[in-house]
Each structure stands twice: as structure tokens, then as C-alpha cells.
């Protein structure tokens, strides 16, 4: 039924979005009920914060309110933490109240595939529309803005500081993926905003995403989705949100013919065709990852990568091994990985001992971890050649952690993205983590994602608009 | 010249990979230096440990020879932690006092590309083949025996404390890229060797993979290599070792044009052709993978999974979402992820509410988390429907780990492989560290990862000798 509409503009997001004032209905003092984890999550809203249960006076110290109805001011967001055969009633109440938005947290709706909860859903659709109120699920875990410091959600996202440059703007119709991707945050990555949209009833992906482009506190968008009940408000956003300058990273559930079946059976969406996919695809600043493993570096890449110019990637390593390896995923994802010119050529031999290789994939060789200096060297010579507009650094345990930094002030300097590509199987360090933050590299844990991260921001530049930062 | 040879037998490698006394020599009190660190990985050697240095009369309190030819033993395995200078004359010595194997840690050999280099490996060469003796290197970290308690390594090896039926046999030419993947052992891999060969001269990827086929302590090969100098001695190594039961994945460096280049550059070894690759293919026990990243897993696979049957897979999912991914990238490996037969699906059906989906990828839902007696009668069903040959779980955070070993023990008992794929993007947890040391519960953190195994795997039926474990 929302099918033609175009994405909801910022102003009609933001009291869902950015309230001034929070009432979670079903508070409660158990920390384990859906109520007692929701409150948790809410404890630290900056804003006004009202407690709904008409069963308590006080919980931690907060009065509680009977009803919306009786909260003595306006309130923006209503957080309905409440079981389904309650819901309607509480979101009549909040349509009645002027509330300017609700996040059913409740399943039990049209995800069940049973008619009753179709009708109940759509039920509550009608109450939101007649009263210009935003609702987001049911069936959802919620939403969080890390930078306006509201969490309304069941779920705990973990905390996530965000640093400038780096941070991405989650959506997710899924919450249980929402959840896993989000848990990026703590091996370093930042989020500025982990938002779900679970049955979509009114708000949906598209309208998250058009939220975000207005954000600018969000760098990049990372978006998960099943369902395509609206490819064109989704493609809309899509085109909104590059043209203000954000990129984004999206990964399509159910792309198999087995995968589109299993959607009928668990969202009843329409799961959409490859076509559909293709259409976003062609999108300046939209890259499609196949591996959701990649989307959260994707976004982080994108949210770190300046504009896009043209040019081939330059691989520089610490080993012979795994430069040839990065090669191999370069000529997979169709990225050109070309020789240096003759002046960085005999830069690089300069910096180097005549047994390494002064060549793309330079080799630096085991004399690097000896010789940090050259392999900086080696890096502004690689920079510096016009014909290259990326680097890449397979990263071995035993380079020095130290020279990061200063390889991620080359890369500003130069305007080009420099991408680590973690080589240890051991995931998850203090070097990892600095490098997540940092806003000048971007890190992979995998040689493929990284070249076809690149693939995708090369094939951006010059199709559609430029990326304004 | 070493083309025609077949991989030395095991009694031939008996002296450099299970030792009964080890001489270091250029051992140093230095802990930073070659000699120092290779010292402080050899110090557990539970074999007879000579250091040899004629500069000093006692390192750490043990006392140093002059040389070899001092030791009043014979001495199985000698390690040169010496510059390529003195190399040659102490490999001389070597031969004479009938040490049985050199590992040869200095650089400056083929690996420069110059006419010296290449003379001076050929004369170590010549040294070693006339007296019999075996040599590891030039040009390497050295190798690690952990069920002997040998770590005949400059580089540090990360502990690994083998669990019976996960342990992994690792040989990588590369030594940096062999450390990279040996890190593995940190988060929870289990290692039984790290085998290093560096240039090649003598002892090949292929005499180390002949070597493990006997090793009872190694329940599968990982294998990395660069050049196919001895393409034929390789597979006839990997049809040996799989004949002895012996599962391997391997991972080509240098399969691009690019790559291939590249490795004219770095170690001038003949980078073999993509039919030399599909040969080693085609053998039944052997999964080629594209990505360095799935090599450990791939192999921690192979050392867990049961003889192969023939049938489709089951996915099991606690979220519509991660479900469909599943069948999303079984789609993309070619796995087929059949319906349940009527039996599985009335016993899915019985042990989920309505709103589940008792079907394949069968989604459990969040209720998965409430009621974690659902998910194992999932799984007994699903593992017990002889339509399939194995059951995939994509895994959230928010399951339950105490789920995790007896769902091991329902695979266990069925005799299926279960594989647990790890759809948090935190990376490293006590669950994960949990899985990897489980005999029954693969790990993989990524979907397609997990889907090639499978697909590797089940085409090793039925093509070759069965696997005998």
C-alpha cells in the first residue's frame, strides 16, 4: 500500500529519529524482561526519558506513568515494549497523544504468515497513517542514534565511539543480522547509527537510508535487506542519499533461487529479481557486496576513501607470498594492478636492497620489519605515481604496528585510499583495532573484499554525480 | 635436478622431523638476535639440545661447542641460525660428522636473483645430496614439530596444544605467509606441525606433505606453495597422503597473469599452469581453495569431518535472515539444500511454534534463545533425514554456547558433519575458541567459505579410495 510513495523526508523522521523526549511503555525493574532490557538501553537518553507501566509507581527511582496519555508533555517517541495483544490499544493511545512516532517491538504480526497477524499488522499501519506517526516494526529489535545518544532497542548494540570519518550508518530490516553486524564495533569499528526496521509495516529501509543521507555524522551506509516490496523507493533514497555525498554498501538476502524461495516462507516479501539488484548496482556510490562478511568493511572503506580518481592499484608488501596473493584478487575483481613508471621504479630500487623488488607487487622482503623507513619510502613513491590511484598493503604480524599512522598520513596526503589487508590469521588485535579507527586506512580481513571494494569505489567515479566531500 | 625424484620416504625425513638430538648453531645469549631467538623456540626440545658457538664458553648456563664436529654425539638435525658467509662451510661440516639433516635459516641464496645467490644454493645443494643428508632452506623460518616438542624456527610459532581429531598439519614455501596462518593456533586452531621450506633446494612442499601422511598425530594438511617447480612430486605426495587417509587443502600463490609474473620476480620458481592446479583438483581428499583466508578452516574441516555420504546439506538458522544467506552461498558453491522429507518436516514442525519455518533453511527464529531444547530436536532431525549429508548453522551471538557441544555430539553420533558458521562480526570469542577445539563442530566465519568445503568435500566421494580413518 506504501508502495509509490517517495522516502519520508528528514523532518518526518525526526521525531523518530532524534527525539526530545522518550516514553518506553512496559518498563520494568527485571533486567531480564523485554521492559527491564529495553530501559537499560534507554537509561542513558540524554532527553526526557518517561517510564510507562500502570502496574508501578517507581522503577529505579523514576515515577511511572499509567499511560502515554498521562505524561504531562508532548512526547516524540514512543518505545512499545509491551506483548502484540497490547500493542494496539497503547499505539491508539499514542496516535490519540500526538506522539510522533512508535517502535513496536512485539512480534506476532504478518511475520507469523498467518492472516490474523496480517490483520493486526495492518491495523496498526492504518492507526500510524491516520495519525501521521511514524512506526517502525513490528516484529523488531529497534533502533539506535549513537550521536544523539538514544538507544530504543530490546537488544543491546554495543557501545560504539564514534570517530570522525569512520563512522557508518547501519540499516537493517533483519535484527538478528543488524545485531551481528553491529558487533563490528567492538573490534573498532565506529557506527554513528544501527537502525532495524523488522516487518517494515510504514518505515523501511528505504526511509532509513534517506535518513541518513541528511546525517553528518554518518560517513557511509551499510544496508542489509530480504525484501524489494519497494525497489523504486529504495532505488530513490539510493539516488538521494549519493547525491549528498554518502556512499553506501549493500548486501541483498535471498539472491538463489532457493534463497528467493525461503523468503515467501519467513517475510512474505517480494524477494525481487537481479535486475532489480543490477538497477542498484549501477548507482555512482553504491556497492553491492555478495558476502555479507564484507559489508562492514565495505562501508568502512567507503566512509574513509576520497574521491574517486582514476587509475590503478599499487600493492606493496612485506613478503614476496603475499603480494603475489594480492595480485590474484586484484585480477579477480578486474582491477589493473600496472607497473610503476620509471621514476618510482628507481624510487623504490633506491629505498630497497637489490634482492627485493622494486615492481608491482613491490616486495619489500623480511628486511622491512628491520627497515621500517623503506617501506614508507615506498609507500610515497607508490602514492606519488600518478598512474596509481590506491594502494594496498598486505599486513604481516611482524611489520611494525608503529608505521601505521604514518602510512595512513601518506595516503591523506597523497588524496588516495590506503587499504590493510590483515595477513594473520589471528583477527582481532590492538593493531586491527587501530586501524579500524583510523580515518586514512581501511582494513580487510580478506584480499577479495578489499579489490572488489576497490573495483566497485573505481567504477564510481565519472558514471554519476561526484562524490562531494 | 630434483625433478624426477619421488617425495623421500619417511625414514629418510625421520632425522630433521622427529629428531633425537638437535645442534643450533650461532646460538647467542642475544635474545633479539637469529641465534637468540631461534635459542628461546628450541629451548623446550625434550631431546638432547647442543648449542654451538665458538665465540662462547656457556649461553644460559648450557655449554657451547666450538662445532659440530665437537659434539660427542651424533647429531640428528642442525640448525645454521648463521649468515649465508658461513653457511656453506659449517653445511661442510655437517656432512662430515653425518649430521642427518641441516635447516638453513640464512637468506642471500636463489632468492636474490643473481648468478651468486643461484651458485651459492646449488653448492649447499650438492653438499647435502652427496652425503645424504636432508636440507631445509636456504631462505627459511624453519619448521615445528609440536607433538615432538620441536621448533626448529627463527619466527615464533604460537603455541598449540593439539586436540585429537582438529590437528592440523601446516606447510607453507612461504615463511611469512606459513606465520601468518600458524597465528591460527591463538584463537583456538590446533597444530600438530608448522613446516616452512623457503627456497626449496632440497626438501619441497612435497617431501613435507609426504612426510605428515604418516604422521598419526596430524589429522589434515594445509598447504601453501608458490611455485610447481616438481608438479609431478607433489602429486604424487597428495595421492600418497590421501591413500593413508589423510584429508588436504592447498592453496595455489600465483594463479592470475599478474601473480604468475610476479613469482618470476620473487622466487624465480616455475609458476605452473591452471591444468597443473586441476590435476591436483581432481584428487578425491583434496580441496583447492581461491582464498588464503579459508585455508585453516577449510582444513580444521577436513580433520573433523566424517567419511563422505552422499546427499544434500540442512541449514538451521536461529533468524529468517542468516538462513537465507546460507542457501544463498550453497547456491553459489553448487551444494544442493534439498526440502526435509515428510518425517523431518512433522518432527521440525513438532518441536517449533507456528511462526517457525519447518523447513530447509529451517529458521528456528529468536525463540531459538528462549528454548534451546528446539534447536537440538531440530538438528536430531535434520541430522537424522538421510536426504542429508550434513547440517550448517549460521550462528548468532545471542544463541546459546552451551548448545554447541551437544549439538558436536549429535553430529558425532549421526556421523555428519556440522558446521557452525559465525555470524557475529566479533570475530574472536570464547564460543568460537569453543568450536575450534571441538572434534565434531567445524568453524568457518564466513558462508561461502563453509559451502566450498562442503562441496569439496562431497565430491571426494565416490571418485577415488575411500577416505579410511
Request: net charge neutral; proline share 7%.
Amino acid at each position: 500500500m506504501t508502495e509509490h510513495r517517495a522516502p519520508y523526508a528528514p523532518a518526518a523522521m525526526e521525531r523518530l529519529l532524534r527525539p526530545a523526549s522518550v516514553a518506553l511503555v512496559g518498563a520494568s525493574a527485571n533486567p531480564r524482561s523485554l521492559g527491564g532490557r529495553t530501559l537499560a538501553n534507554l537509561a542513558k537518553f540524554p532527553g526526557r526519558l518517561f517510564l510507562v507501566n500502570p502496574n508501578q509507581t517507581h522503577i529505579d527511582g523514576r515515577p511511572c506513568f499509567a499511560d502515554v496519555a498521562s505524561i504531562p508533555e508532548l512526547v516524540d517517541c514512543a518505545v512499545l515494549a509491551i506483548p502484540a495483544q497490547k500493542t494496539e490499544e497503547v499505539v491508539r493511545q499514542c496516535a490519540q497523544a500526538r506522539v510522533g512516532a512508535v517502535v513496536v517491538l512485539a512480534s506476532g504480526y504478518a511475520e507469523t504468515g498467518t492472516v490474523e497477524g496480517l490483520a493486526a499488522q495492518t491495523r496498526l499501519l492504518q492507526l500510524a497513517v491516520a495519525a501521521d506517526m511514524r512506526l517502525v516494526g513490528p516484529n523488531c529489535v529497534g533502533v539506535a542514534n549513537m550521536v544523539h545518544g538514544l538507544h530504543a532497542a530490546f537488544a543491546e548494540f554495543p557501545p560504539s565511539d564514534p570517530v570522525p570519518g569512520c563512522r557508518i550508518g547501519l540499516v537493517s530490516q533483519s535484527g538478528a543480522l543488524g545485531l551481528g553486524l553491529a558487533q563490528a564495533a567492538e573490534r573498532g569499528s565506529s557506527f554513528s547509527h544501527v537502525l532495524t526496521c523488522g516487518n517494515s509495516s510504514d518505515v523501511d529501509v528505504a526511509d532509513l537510508v534517506a535518513f541518513l543521507g541528511h546525517e553528518p555524522a554518518c560517513d557511509a551506509i551499510a544496508l542489509a535487506f530480504e525484501g524489494l516490496e519497494s525497489p523504486g523507493r529504495l532505488r530513490q533514497a539510493l539516488i538521494q542519499v549519493t547525491r549528498l555525498g554518502k556512499r553506501v554498501a549493500l548486501c541483498k538476502v535471498g539472491t538463489s533461487d532457493a534463497g528467493r524461495s525461503a523468503i515467501r516462507y519467513h517475510t512474505a516479501t517480494n524477494p525481487g529479481g537481479a535486475s532489480q539488484l543490477d538497477e542498484l548496482r549501477a548507482l555512482p556510490g553504491v556497492a553491492v557486496v555478495e558476502r555479507i562478511e564484507a559489508l562492514i568493511e565495505t562501508a568502512a572503506f567507503q566512509a574513509k576513501a576520497p574521491p574517486v580518481r582514476a587509475g590503478g592499484v599499487a600493492v606493496l608488501s612485506g613478503s614476496g607470498g603475499t603480494g603475489i596473493l594480492a595480485v590474484d584478487a586484484a585480477a579477480r575483481a578486474g582491477v589493473p594492478t600496472p607497473q610503476p613508471r620509471a621514476g618510482t621504479f628507481l624510487a623504490l630500487a633506491a629505498a630497497l636492497p637489490e634482492f627485493a623488488s622494486p615492481r608491482n607487487p613491490c616486495d619489500a622482503t623480511a628486511q622491512a620489519t628491520r627497515n621500517p623507513e623503506s617501506v614508507l619510502a615506498c609507500a610515497e613513491a607508490l602514492l606519488g605515481d600518478p598512474d596509481y590511484a590506491a594502494l594496498v598493503i598486505p599486513w604481516g604480524r611482524s611489520q611494525t604496528p608503529a608505521l601505521l599512522p604514518k602510512i595512513g598520513d601518506l595516503g591523506r596526503r597523497h588524496a588516495k585510499p590506503v587499504c590493510i589487508v590483515w595477513m594473520s590469521q589471528l583477527l582481532e588485535t590492538d593493531a586491527t583495532a587501530c586501524i579500524e579507527r583510523h580515518p586514512s586506512l581501511a582494513l580487510f580481513r580478506s584480499l577479495d573484499h578489499c579489490f572488489q571494494a576497490l573495483a566497485a569505489w573505481r567504477s564510481s567515479g565519472g558514471t554519476g554525480p561526484a562524490i562531494s566531500r
